[in-house]
Structure formats: structure tokens, C-alpha cells
């Protein structure tokens, strides 16, 4: 049987783990999530080995990216199941801590990021994400020291919003994005895809193949603005409520107007019955 993953629950032990590994000379890869893991995450744990000795996993669904209508009550919790997964995956040590631990009494501060975190996209229709993240993660960051994190594509704007948080903060690490994973029609995995009906989980792969068809007209040299204006039209009639879909710089996230200021990524979010979904993908 696999070996299980040292679990730690308060930052005193966490610290000391890190720094047994550091003692014996070995690099560290932390992989942050909130758990309910699938193939996506393990694809982060498979890059975090690739580049360090230890691989530290945080499990901890941070209620300060939730609003307060949002899913933070019904978000799928998982842990024994989770635990099994990341024996499997050879993971070294899992970071599991409380609310009350990450949040004690008192607590008073946060990280506001800009650039990236007020592209118009998710910050629009989630004003209070990307504060709760950037504040989650640079404690992340902070009580687990780690030389490399490993974050999806999936989340586009996470990815670049932490990057550059990352890079104002000085943080001694290298943030990587990892591809996003996808079942076989094209539907990006999400632990989020649980609360999908039969139906709607028939129809949740439109978001990706109309992703895939706009980037191929963009590229042959249509305009963006047309290729968009039909793209959205295709995701309203297979039943979605558009949140958007937009043609972004890859890096900056700001709008572009041609296909000449490269590199492009599209990126959308969009509602089936309750279930909000992203995707995004490079032209
Ligand atoms: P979450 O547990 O949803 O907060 O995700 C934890 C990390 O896994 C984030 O960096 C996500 O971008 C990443 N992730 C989630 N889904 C996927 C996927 N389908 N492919 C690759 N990475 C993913």
C-alpha cells in the first residue's frame, strides 16, 4: 500500500516539516486546493515532482473567495477520499489547517490585488474573489516557503492574478501554470462538475468546442469582434446564461482589438441551471 502523506494541521508543525526538508537540502513544490480532488490536481502534483524532492499539498476551502450566496456550505468535502489520492501520489505532506487557524481571532489583514485581479472578467461577477485568494495564497506561500507552486490554467486569471502578486510581494518562489486536464468531450475538470444534472452535463462541453472553433476563425484572420458575437450567440442557444466571453492579452488580461497583439487568450464563464463554469483557451 501507498504510503500516507504526513497531515498537519497547525503552522508550528507545518514549519517544521518544511524545514527538516530544507535541512536535508531537498527543493519543495507546494500544489494549493480546496480539495474534492480529481485528475486536474493530480496533473499539479505529477509537475511538482517533476521539479522538486517534496511535494506539499494544502487542502483548505477558503471562505473568504466565497460570497455570501455562494456554494461555500455545499462545496464538496472529501478528505478521506483526498488522503487516498495523494498516498497514491506520493505526496510527502498535506497542509490541512482550520478556518480558525488561518483566520484566528484578530485577524486584520489583506493582500488587494490590482493589474490582472481587475481585468473585467471573474472580478466582475465575483468582486470578493481575488482578494480572498491573493490573501490565501500569500499565506500559503508564506508558512510553507516553497521554492516552486503549481497552479491550473483552468483558472486563467487565478493563475496570472498570483503570478504577479507573486512577483510585487518578492516572494523567492517560481509560480507554474499547468494545462488544463479535460474529460474526453472536452469538458474541463472541475470539482464544481459534481452539481451538473444529466442534462446539463450533456450540454457543458459547448463552452469548450466553441472556445476551440472561435481560436481556429481568430487565427485564419476573422475579426475578433465577429468571431466573439457568434461565439456568444452559439453558448446562449445551447442553454447557458453567459456571464462572458472575452478575447484577453495572455499576460496583461487586457482587451485586444487584432490578432496582432499576441499572445491571445479567450476566456468564458458562463451559468447552466446553478452550476457557474469556466474555460478559457489560447488562440
Ligand atoms: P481548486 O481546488 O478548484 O481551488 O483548484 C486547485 C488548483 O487546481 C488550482 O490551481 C486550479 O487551477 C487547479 N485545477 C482545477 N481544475 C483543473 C483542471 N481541470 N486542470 C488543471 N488544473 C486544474
Known amino acids: 500500500m501507498a504510503k500516507r502523506p504526513t497531515i498537519v494541521r497547525?503552522?508550528?508543525?507545518?514549519?517544521?516539516?518544511?524545514?527538516?526538508?530544507?535541512?536535508?537540502?531537498?527543493?519543495?513544490?507546494l500544489v494549493?486546493?480546496?480539495?474534492?480532488?480529481?485528475?486536474?490536481?493530480?496533473?499539479?502534483?505529477?509537475q511538482a515532482h517533476a521539479r522538486a524532492r517534496r511535494v506539499v499539498v494544502s487542502i483548505f476551502v477558503n471562505p473568504t473567495q466565497f460570497a455570501p450566496h455562494e456554494d461555500f456550505d455545499s462545496y464538496p468535502r472529501r478528505f478521506a477520499t483526498d488522503i487516498a489520492a495523494l498516498s497514491e501520489a506520493k505526496v510527502d505532506l498535506v497542509?490541512?489547517?482550520?478556518?480558525?487557524?488561518?483566520?484566528?481571532?484578530?485577524?486584520?489583514?489583506?493582500?488587494e490585488p490590482g493589474g490582472p485581479a481587475k481585468a473585467g472578467l471573474e472580478d466582475k461577477f465575483r468582486p470578493h474573489f481575488f482578494g480572498g485568494v491573493a490573501t490565501v495564497v500569500a499565506k500559503l506561500l508564506t508558512q510553507t516557503a516553497p521554492d516552486f507552486a503549481l497552479f491550473g490554467q483552468k483558472d486563467y486569471q487565478q493563475l496570472r492574478v498570483v503570478t504577479q502578486m507573486a512577483k510585487d510581494l518578492d516572494l523567492p518562489l517560481k509560480v507554474i501554470g499547468v494545462p488544463t486536464v479535460r474529460e474526453t468531450?472536452?469538458?474541463?475538470?472541475?470539482?464544481?462538475?459534481?452539481?451538473?444534472?444529466?442534462?446539463?452535463?450533456?450540454?457543458?462541453?459547448?463552452?469548450?468546442r466553441v472556445l476551440k472553433a472561435a481560436a481556429v476563425r481568430i487565427k485564419r484572420g476573422e475579426a475578433i469582434a465577429r468571431v466573439l458575437d457568434v461565439a456568444r450567440i452559439e453558448i446562449d442557444l445551447a442553454g447557458f446564461t453567459l456571464d462572458y466571453l472575452e478575447a484577453r492579452h495572455a499576460l496583461t488580461l487586457v482587451p485586444v482589438a487584432s490578432r496582432k497583439d499576441e499572445p491571445i487568450r479567450l476566456l468564458v464563464a458562463a451559468k447552466i441551471g446553478k452550476t457557474r463554469l469556466i474555460d478559457n483557451l489560447a488562440v
Open 10 to 29: 497547525a503552522v508550528p508543525a507545518l514549519r517544521r516539516a518544511v524545514a527538516a526538508y530544507r535541512d536535508a537540502g531537498e527543493r519543495i513544490a
Open 32 to 46: 494549493p486546493t480546496m480539495g474534492a480532488l480529481h485528475r486536474g490536481h493530480l496533473a499539479l502534483v505529477r
Open 95 to 111: 497542509w490541512a489547517p482550520s478556518a480558525a487557524v488561518m483566520y484566528p481571532q484578530g485577524f486584520a489583514s489583506r493582500v
Open 185 to 208: 468531450d472536452g469538458l474541463a475538470l472541475s470539482s464544481r462538475n459534481v452539481y451538473l444534472s444529466a442534462g446539463e452535463r450533456s450540454v457543458a462541453p459547448t463552452l469548450y
